[in-house]
């Protein structure tokens, strides 16, 4: 089993930063890709970024290209979202998963954290 941890989340104002964290434990090995996903009330779960086990390779939605950065450190299993030029449209409650794949569906993703939320108030 594997745990997801996510932390950073909190209110800002639009045009603000903030960088989400998530910490693996457990059964855990370099080798898994990982994956940024947000929800808000009322919406499906949408995919946000995914980035590959060794780092180099990374993709984004279309709504956050350019304002969102993902990036990962190996050595403490941890993989970090920088959020900056927010919007109140990215409001949501934001989570972390694990893949083996290069994709942006979350059915692919075998494991979740609980999320964190983030508001960004206009």
């Known amino acids: 089993q594997v745990q997801l941890v996510e932390s950073g989340g909190g209110l800002v104002q639009a045009g603000g930063s903030l960088r989400l964290s998530c910490a693996a434990s457990?059964?855990?090995?370099?080798?898994?890709?990982m994956g940024w996903f947000r929800q808000a009330p009322g919406k499906e779960r949408e995919f946000v970024a995914h980035i590959s086990w060794s780092g180099d390779s990374t993709r984004y939605a279309d709504s956050v290209k350019g304002r969102f950065t993902i990036s990962r450190d190996n050595a403490k299993n941890t993989v970090y979202l920088q959020m900056n030029s927010l919007k109140p449209e990215d409001t949501a409650l934001y989570y972390c998963a694990i893949t083996n794949y290069v994709t942006t569906s979350p059915h692919l993703y075998k494991y979740w954290g609980q999320g964190t939320q983030v508001t960004v108030s206009s």
């Open positions: 457990g059964r855990t090995s370099s080798s898994y890709a």
